[in-house]
T-cell receptor, first 115, second 121 residues
Framework: AQSVAQPEDQVNVAEGNPLTVKCTYS??????LFWYVQYPNRGLQFLLK??????LVKGSYGFEAEFNKSQTSFHLKKPSALVSDSALYFC?????????????FGSGTRLSIRP | GAGVSQTPSNKVTEKGKYVELRCDPI?????LYWYRQSLGQGPEFLIY????????DSGLPNDRFFAVRPEGSVSTLKIQRTERGDSAVYLC???????????????????FGEGSRLTVL
């Protein structure tokens, strides 16, 4: 079955340290991969995407993600975390069917940055 | 506003009642999506429109759920005979084109509204 998984419910990082939020996927064909962020009482906001090209994708707010085809992963990273990065992060993948496609989301990872 | 607008932001209803949730997408976006998000979970796909037609409704949980987009812009998600298990935040998103590139250039990025929180008592 086509799916996306976020193995960590919560990630805790000290401000200024690097952060990684993990994502793995299983899809047919070439993957379209996305990261979204959700702040409290707000809608989901797009951070970045991988469709083709360089494996390291840069996005909003200093975030980047690395596509690894052999490990079927698309981990979100940031070199130096900020307290304001604390939020809920969702990995998403496009899945293809015979006549349509849709985006499915992982269960989310709560990122907590302590001062 | 320039973003996706959803109304109402909050809806409390009693079990068995009928509910309508409205989504006004970004002007010019041909694709529109409905998701449902329960507490502590990721958004769950419900239905996807390309223009006026439902391109994929495989996520609608049962026949109590129905959605329309008669003029290819505003969409309404309709829930009949609501149950307590329907309580969730219903998210709407739009994009310039379909995910498969149908209807024009597709960036794959979805623009989300802030959601309609439905509580069924």
């Amino acid at each position: 079955a086509q799916s996306v998984a976020q193995p960590e419910d919560q990630v805790n990082v000290a401000e200024g340290n690097p952060l990684t939020v993990k994502c793995t996927y299983s899809v047919s064909g070439n993957p379209y991969l996305f990261w979204y962020v959700q702040y409290p009482n707000r809608g989901l906001q797009f951070l970045l995407k991988y469709i083709t090209g360089d494996n390291l994708v840069k996005g909003s707010y200093g975030f980047e993600a690395e596509f690894n085809k052999s490990q079927t992963s698309f981990h979100l990273k940031k070199p130096s975390a900020l307290v304001s990065d604390s939020a809920l992060y969702f990995c998403a993948v496009r899945v293809l069917y015979s006549s349509a496609s849709k985006i499915i989301f992982g269960s989310g990872t709560r990122l907590s940055i302590r001062p | 506003g320039a973003g996706v607008s959803q109304t109402p932001s909050n809806k409390v209803t009693e079990k068995g009642k009928y509910v309508e949730l409205r989504c006004d997408p970004i002007s010019g976006h041909t694709a529109l999506y409905w998701y449902r998000q329960s507490l502590g979970q990721g958004p769950e796909f419900l239905i996807y429109f390309q223009g006026t037609g439902a391109a994929d409704d495989s996520g609608l949980p049962n026949d109590r759920f129905f959605a329309v987009r008669p003029e290819g812009s505003v969409s309404t998600l309709k829930i009949q005979r609501t149950e307590r298990g329907d309580s969730a935040v219903y998210l709407c998103a739009s994009s310039p084109g379909g995910l498969a590139g149908i209807g024009g250039k597709s960036t794959g990025e979805l623009f989300f509204g802030e959601g309609s929180r439905l509580t069924v008592l």
